[in-house]
């Protein structure tokens, strides 16, 4: 799962990695009482699952209340490339001399974690060109590969011992939480050459959840993604108007693609997974009656070693039940097929033998 | 490098001895009786707790890897079991002698992954999955789940990071003509036994391979990797690619584990770039991957 800052910078403090002073809220009541606790001059950043928010506007600077006043529902009232915010976190204003970059990243082609820094920092790291890469096997750095870092990206030799012990720290942090990334950018070189990471960015394994009670309070997930779960499939909320669902998420992304390179846009995808029962369609089907702003259901299914038939009898019984009144564009291949396609002939589903039809059809209907 | 298709062939005298890990769970019984029907050889089970045991009154059942590997002398292990023991499992397989492991489970943790891998360099074997569908070479052995009917014999070679597509563009290239001589599930996790580049290495040197169709998706590097090899060796034979997720969000995970993009990490835009370095064509649907492939066909 994506951290928050805040959520990450917890992390950091639990692993001796210093944090400024800071407080994440949620609402202007318990905004005010941090800004008392904190003390003016201080940022409020908004917290949001997503890259590029100082550009948005998603951090300002708040040097006494009335600016705090105007600024944080602002703030608040926020989203950043579609994403809403999802707390607001005060922050003391750090002095300090310079600002470079850390982050120890799951190399996915190489199959170790790997260290990127840099000696600038702040900005995209994808956007500097002196970095300085190190791989480290399965996630363990040595003092001395450290020190090699610290002095690779220049470091004044009073900031070494400092930027060896964060750098062990972070590699603790990552490996105990199964983290396949977590970044510091910035991090920043005071005065006395000690070190404190201004932003944090964490990504976990989901597949390692299992092992992290501790981290499930981050779990941020709406009602429609946790029922999904419960069902076994995976869904990703979308801001279109047509459903997508199919078996297997390749063919589920590519049905997405190809229904937006037509000018129709998803309201989500939903992949049933390769083991989809009668009732797991149909579970499906009542969870996207409950979406909102759908106008039609594309379904793009290539039975194997789950027939098309058990799909076709979830689509019966959800017209059955009234749990699908919207209009269903389906492409029904594979196994039993025929069969299926004969089940659904005087249903509501509109079927087409290629998907290229069920789309158009699809983009048709919900810009008739 | 370990030789995949001499041990999915053998010598050809006969078929080649496969054992299936976690044989009695519900997902295992299902795909092993599959496979049977393909013709796969299936010698032996194991489900700890349940040795001594057949499975169908026919194929025995051991404790451990170990008793089963001693009895019937497989060097392939096929693993259905829950990717908590995943790790587990693979070790078992492994410390055996199991030279070829396809590791069905999906959700294995990033971490327990890592470790079978190096356990697998160790130990000199080929590790495919987890997340994956298997591998099979089509009208003689199938060690997956995938459905027997898209695949026909002949000289292509269909490596894919997704299941469903992979018996989509499987079921194109055999209605167009194009049978296959292996077709292999990489798998949609970050980490993979079998990376794209390591199975064109096992594919490339084929005598008889015609084209590789390579399937793709959002996440990771893979794809640019296996692009620039093909430059670096100057690989001939025809390509062509289908990369799915060129509309999808970024920073979200698209059903894979490993289907996710990071700022422009992962980026569809950034496979198909690399892929037309290479000179090898994208199909914007699965239904254009034997177009592109008769095309490329025809120019050699």
Do not use: W
């Amino acid at each position: 799962m994506r951290l928050l800052e805040y959520q990450a910078k917890e992390l950091f403090k639990e692993y001796g990695i210093r944090i400024p002073d800071s407080i994440a809220t949620k609402d202007i009541e318990s905004g005010r009482k941090a800004a008392e606790k904190i003390g003016y001059p201080f940022v409020i950043k908004a917290q949001v699952p997503v890259g590029g928010r100082g550009k948005a506007g998603g951090i300002q600077k708040c040097h006494n209340q009335d600016e705090f006043e105007l600024k944080y529902p602002e703030v608040l009232n926020m989203a950043i490339k579609g994403e809403k915010t999802r707390a607001i976190l005060l922050e003391k204003m750090s002095e300090y001399e310079k600002e470079i970059y850390l982050s120890l990243f799951l190399n996915r082609s190489k199959r170790c974690y790997t260290i990127i820094s840099s000696a600038e920092g702040g900005v995209e790291i994808e956007s500097v060109k002196d970095q300085v890469i190190q791989e480290v096997g399965l996630g363990e750095v040595t003092e001395k590969v450290a020190k090699e870092v610290g002095e690779k990206i220049g470091l004044a030799e009073n900031s070494i011992p400092h930027f060896v012990e964060i750098l062990q720290k972070l590699s603790k942090l990552t490996v105990e939480k199964e983290a396949e990334l977590t970044e510091i950018n910035p991090l920043v070189i005071l005065k006395d050459g000690s070190m404190m990471a201004l932003d944090g960015k964490m990504m976990t394994d989901d597949n390692s959840n299992f092992r992290h009670k501790e981290l499930a309070k981050y779990q941020e997930k709406t009602e429609l993604e946790k029922k999904a779960e419960e069902s076994g499939f995976s869904l990703v909320e979308l801001d279109g108007n047509i459903a997508v669902i199919g078996n297997g998420a390749g063919l589920v992304m590519s049905t997405l693609d190809m229904l937006t390179d037509s000018g129709g846009k998803a309201a989500c995808f939903l992949d049933v997974g390769g083991t989809a029962t009668t009732e797991s369609v149909y579970e499906a089907l009542t969870l996207i009656s409950k979406m909102k702003n759908v106008k039609a259901v594309l379904v793009n299914l290539y039975g194997g070693i789950v027939k098309t038939t058990i799909v076709a009898s979830a689509f019966l019984k959800a017209y059955d039940e009234k749990v699908i009144v919207l209009p269903v564009f389906a492409r029904l291949m594979g196994a039993e097929s025929e069969k299926s396609k004969e089940m659904l002939k005087d249903s509501e589903t509109k079927l087409s033998p290629s998907i290229e039809e069920a789309i158009n059809n699809v983009v048709m209907e919900v810009n008739k | 490098m370990t030789d995949i298709f001499k041990l999915l062939k053998g010598d050809g005298s006969e078929k080649q001895p496969v054992i299936v890990q976690g044989i009695t769970g519900k997902f295992g019984t299902r795909h092993t009786k599959l496979m049977m029907e393909y013709g796969t050889n299936i010698v032996a089970g194991v489900t700890p707790g349940k040795g001594g045991q057949k499975f169908e009154n026919s194929v025995p059942i051991y404790e451990t890897m170990k008793e089963a590997v001693d009895a019937t002398g497989s060097k392939i292990s096929i693993m259905f079991v829950p990717a908590k023991f995943f790790l587990g499992a693979a070790k078992d397989a492994l410390e055996a002698g199991i030279k070829l492991l396809i590791a069905i489970p999906e959700h294995v943790p990033v971490q327990d992954a890592m470790k079978a891998i190096e356990v697998a360099k160790q130990k000199n074997a080929i590790m495919i999955g987890p997340n994956t569908p298997g591998v099979m070479i089509p009208e003689l052995i199938k060690i997956g789940i995938m459905p027997a009917s898209p695949f026909k014999f002949g000289n292509i070679a269909v490596l894919s990071k997704s299941g469903t597509l992979l018996y989509e563009i499987g079921n194109n290239l055999s209605t167009s003509g194009f049978g296959q001589c292996i077709t292999l599930g990489i798998g949609g996790d970050p980490i993979n036994g079998t990376r794209l580049i390591d199975a064109f290495d096992m594919v490339k040197d084929y005598p008889d391979l015609e084209g590789i169709v390579v399937v793709g998706e959002i996440g990771g590097e893979a794809e640019e990797v296996f692009a620039q090899k093909v430059i670096d060796e100057n690989f001939k034979k025809p390509i062509v690619a289908y990369v799915a997720g060129r509309k999808a969000p970024k920073e979200k995970r698209m059903g894979h584990a490993g289907a996710i993009v990071m700022g422009n990490y992962g980026s569809a835009e950034s496979k198909i770039e690399m892929f037309s370095k290479a000179n090898i064509p994208v199909a914007k649907r699965p239904a254009e991957v034997p177009i592109l492939l008769a095309g490329k066909m025809e120019k050699k």
